[in-house]
């Protein structure tokens, strides 16, 4: 793992999955379910986001070593602060500010109902439960134990369930839940052994086969444990060949430089693309649903784009940087 920078080739599936994103809410309600794109994108898009998160968070132990608590907290700048200031934001823009009930915008911000911003909700959660899976296993003496670290990721799996009952949220089982496996995700590609493994071409093979096998009869919409655990299995298969192919990455390609600024703002890139949604109602008009894809792909990569420029325009100034990117 890489520390002390920013890591390209996880900025670069971090660009990847964003764009997917955006894909993903362009064919919402526009294409039928079951269109190959549709189920492409959400079979891998948010789970891979999770999994780059863990990955990097987890480059950081040494540096955070006996600081876990600073993590948390720069957490807390770099994800609550925007999530709350850009739900305002939104209020504000839609002319609803006046309007909003105070009781249900919290009910809302404390995830008791489904909000547009949900993602960073459930990432600062990751990031809870990572903070408690390093203090478990410093209290462990930081033993390096695969089956340790299994057992641990299913303790904090039940901590989470737990949480859920305890509060009567069910969303957080539903959204919280699905960050646990990619504890898992990580201890496997930092296993030497579970590499080697990995990067061979019968798993390779393999992953691809079920991945197509499997990915067309994904629907996002069915939220049952099968479902989510089918989605798991997708979203490792893309690890895994993600992995793989991680030694043919090249910084200097410019498509893969391109990815990297997406995936460096990932996160801004996620609160304001949904400020260009209008261009949905056209796509509603085009009745191949082909052209609706290509179209929905090249405006993703469009949007990424202006959305980049426009979080590099807030970064002039200090304060905004802070209050709305966590910066």
């Known amino acids: 793992m890489i520390s002390g920078k920013r890591n390209a080739y996880m900025d670069c599936l971090k660009g990847i999955a964003i764009v997917a994103v955006i894909v993903g809410h362009s064919l919402n309600n526009v294409i039928p379910q079951g269109n190959m794109l549709f189920n492409l994108v959400y079979s891998f898009h948010m789970p891979l986001l999770m999994f780059v998160s863990a990955y990097i968070e987890e480059s950081n132990r040494e540096k955070y070593a006996m600081k876990e ?157 099968t479902t989510q655990v089918i989605r798991i299995g997708l979203s490792l298969c893309v690890i895994i060949v993600c992995f793989k192919f991680r030694e043919k990455w090249s910084e200097t390609n410019y498509f893969n430089k391109m990815l990297c600024i997406f995936g460096s703002n990932s996160l801004a890139i996620y609160v304001m693309h949904g400020f260009f949604i209008d261009y949905l109602s056209y796509f509603s008009m085009i009745e191949s649903a082909y052209i609706v894809s290509i179209l929905s792909v090249l405006s993703a990569f469009l949007i990424a784009g202006i959305c980049t420029g426009i979080a590099q325009i807030i970064g002039i100034s200090a304060w905004w940087s802070k209050v709305l990117l966590g910066k």
């Open 69 to 225: 608590w600073q993590m948390l907290m720069k957490r807390v700048q770099r994800l609550l602060i925007p999530y709350v200031s850009w739900n305002i934001l939104y209020e504000v823009i839609s002319g609803s500010i006046w309007e909003v009930n105070i009781k249900d915008f919290g009910l809302m911000l404390l995830g008791y109902k489904q909000g547009g911003l949900w993602f960073f909700p459930v990432l600062f959660g990751l990031k809870v439960l990572h903070f408690l899976y390093w203090m478990i296993k410093r209290k462990m003496g930081n033993r390096s134990n695969y089956i340790l670290d299994i057992c641990v990721c299913g303790f904090l799996e039940a901590i989470t369930v737990l949480l859920a009952l305890l509060t009567k949220n069910q969303y957080i089982i539903n959204m919280l839940s699905y960050a646990i496996p990619y504890f898992f995700a990580v201890i496997i590609v930092d296993n030497e052994v579970l590499q080697k493994m990995m990067i061979s071409e019968w798993a390779i093979s393999f992953a691809l086969l079920i991945y197509f096998l499997v990915f067309q009869k994904f629907s996002f919409y069915d939220t049952n444990w």
